[in-house]
């Protein structure tokens, strides 16, 4: 979870992001930055996001991208 907050704040330095329940609902990330965020995840995990993932749900908040990057991670373990 250390390194998903750290794609954030290289993000959005200025946001709390441990006091938000909704990112996208408090207006802390748009589409431009979850973009950026799949990105990021992709490059230092060695993962594919499906994009059937990349939902509003699945960046809530950081146990929703915790969860959605331990799925990406146990896809990408089987596919190997």
Request: charged share 40%.
């Given at each position: 979870m250390d390194q998903i907050l750290e794609i954030l704040?290289?993000?959005?330095?200025?946001?709390?992001?441990?006091?938000?329940?909704?990112?996208v609902t408090d207006g802390l990330?748009?589409?431009l930055d979850i973009v950026t965020i799949v990105t990021e995840l992709?490059?230092?995990f060695g993962i594919l996001v499906d994009g059937e993932d990349v939902t509003p749900e699945n960046f809530m908040n950081?146990?929703?991208l915790d969860r959605l990057l331990a799925k990406c991670l146990h896809n990408h373990a089987s596919s190997i």
């Open positions: 704040k290289d993000i959005h330095p200025e946001h709390d992001f441990f006091s938000s329940v909704d990112f990330l748009d589409s992709e490059e230092r950081l146990k929703s």
